[in-house]
């Protein structure tokens, strides 16, 4: 997984965005308990790729939920958070640190969205 990760970060942005995308889809279609699973080993794998390729793929990963209907956008973020609570906290401030850059430069329309969608489920996790 982690080769297939690698090669992703290299491929040609319009690719990428391709398989990124059908990948979301996919899980943004599975049972809560599915997606979980799913994202845990995506997210495992993107945690062990240098922060160059990381980043390249949570940009990508980023302006996609942004495209997304707002029902599928939610549970990947929801699942994306929850599986948060597993995860050493020095790598969770690190991916949050590296979503905020990708958000940085998203279109303004795309950033509103993000931006919104972050806050909810911030508030979400606190209550």
């Known amino acids: 997984m982690e080769e297939m990760a690698k090669k992703m970060a290299d491929m040609p942005e319009d690719k990428r965005r391709a398989m990124m995308k059908e990948k979301m889809e996919m ?14 080993q995506m997210m495992n794998t993107m945690m ?6 990381m980043k390249i793929l ?5 302006s996609l939920l942004a495209e997304l209907p707002e029902e599928k956008r939610e549970a990947l973020m929801m699942t994306h958070m929850s599986l948060h609570q597993e995860m050493p906290k020095e790598k969770v401030e690190m991916e949050k640190q590296i979503v905020m850059e990708a958000i940085a430069v998203l279109p303004d329309e795309h950033k509103k969205i993000m931006k919104a969608a972050i ?3 911030k508030d979400a996790v606190k209550t």
């Open 27 to 40: 899980f943004a279609s599975m049972q809560e308990t599915q997606r979980k699973e799913s994202m845990r």
């Open 48 to 53: 062990t790729l240098p922060v160059d390729k």
């Open 58 to 62: 949570v940009k990508t990963r980023i």
């Open 119 to 121: 806050k909810k489920h």
